[in-house]
T-cell receptor, first 115, second 113 residues
Framework: NSKVIQTPRYLVKGQGQKAKMRCIPE?????VFWYQQNKNNEFKFLIN????????QIDMTEKRFSAECPSNSPCSLEIQSSEAGDSALYLC?????????????FGEGTRLSVL | GEQVEQRPPHLSVREGDSAFITCTYT??????FFWYKQEPGASLQLLMK?????EINEGQGFTVLLNKKDKQLSLNLTAAHPGDSAAYFC????????????FGDGTVLTVKP
């Protein structure tokens, strides 16, 4: 029933390959987040956007990922050169604002396996 | 930055028993607090959001307590049933940031019939 749509659900890549995943936020939500959830259930914030602008990102994202949220197109997150340690569930979430009186709504995730 | 410690990492209870999960956070500026439930292969489902101005919130079959003095957030599932078996995550957010959530590492709850 999630209204944040993530594709693909599963992604398998070899080391060194690019890995791209997409997210369509809930209609009317200008704020989009990407999180990485590893096999130990640990969450790592990667990046967030408000409309098309990056609000905040971690070093790893800046160095190894390419992310955008163009207007009228799905948001995307792409690993430029996949590593085994990138194997994880990538969750996209959207929200009405950065003021969290409305909880972010999460998609079902893209599960990436890097062989 | 903010750190959130969630305990226990695994919890097994019998049907009808209660299940108690706690999170301890470090940032005194934390203002928004959330509990999410994640079933295998599914998305994060919001159970409850708690703001700094509230202390006890009751939901359907559970109670959330916020103790600002000790910087603790807790979830108590009363009379757990097998359908409650899932991973539970707390998440906190400061009032003055970009909306980023800091998550606890989760509690995997198993409710046995």
């Amino acid at each position: 029933n999630s209204k944040v749509i993530q594709t693909p659900r599963y992604l398998v890549k070899g080391q060194g390959q690019k890995a791209k995943m997409r997210c369509i936020p809930e209609k009317g939500h200008p704020v989009v987040f990407w999180y990485q959830q590893n096999k130990n259930n640990e969450f790592k914030f990667l990046i967030n956007f408000q409309n098309q602008e990056v609000l905040q990102q971690i070093d790893m994202t800046e160095k190894r990922f390419s992310a955008e949220c163009p207007s009228n197109s799905p948001c995307s997150l792409e690993i430029q050169s996949s590593e085994a340690g990138d194997s994880a569930l990538y969750l996209c979430a959207s929200s009405l604002s950065t003021v969290n009186n409305q909880a972010p709504l999460f998609g079902e995730g893209t599960r990436l396996s890097v062989l | 930055g903010e750190q959130v410690e969630q305990r226990p990492p695994h919890l097994s209870v019998r049907e009808g028993d209660s299940a108690f999960i706690t999170c301890t956070y470090t940032d005194p500026n934390s203002y928004y607090f959330f509990w999410y439930k994640q079933e295998p292969g599914a998305s994060l489902q919001l159970l409850m959001k708690v703001f700094s101005s509230t202390e006890i919130n009751e939901g359907q079959g559970f109670t959330v307590l916020l103790n600002k003095k000790d910087k603790q957030l807790s979830l108590n599932l009363t009379a757990a049933h097998p359908g409650d078996s899932a991973a539970y995550f707390c998440a906190v957010s400061a009032r003055t940031n970009t909306g980023k959530l800091t998550f606890g590492d989760g509690t995997v709850l198993t409710v046995k019939p």
